[in-house]
């Protein structure tokens, strides 16, 4: 996990190094665009992960193992179910939990 104090911190370098890491998926969590207390950082975040969906798409290794996720605050609760969700997918990719 890296905690950054905005999601726009997070670089196509951070995502792409948990891949060459071996990390079978990822995803950041973001504000929802009108509760960014930084204005735009969600909105960086959007444009850098779905730039490295593309390139995972393009590398043929699957876009569908990056996500973001815009949340509402309060986050924590929101974000332990997503853990759980996605780790299940991980385990189980023919599961649909959305």
Not at 35 to 41: D, I, S
Not at 73 to 85: E, S
């Amino acid at each position: 996990m890296i905690k950054v104090l905005c999601s726009a911190k997070i670089s196509q370098d951070h995502l792409l190094r948990a891949f060459e890491l071996g990390a079978e998926g990822a995803f950041v969590v973001s504000c929802q665009g009108q509760t960014c207390h930084f204005a735009k950082g969600s909105f960086w975040a959007n444009k850098r992960v779905g730039y490295v969906q593309r390139i995972l798409k393009d590398l043929d290794f699957g876009e569908e193992r990056l996500k973001i996720f815009n949340l509402e605050p309060p986050y924590a609760a929101q974000i332990g179910a997503l853990i759980q969700k996605q780790s299940a997918q991980r385990r189980n990719p023919k599961v649909d939990l959305q």
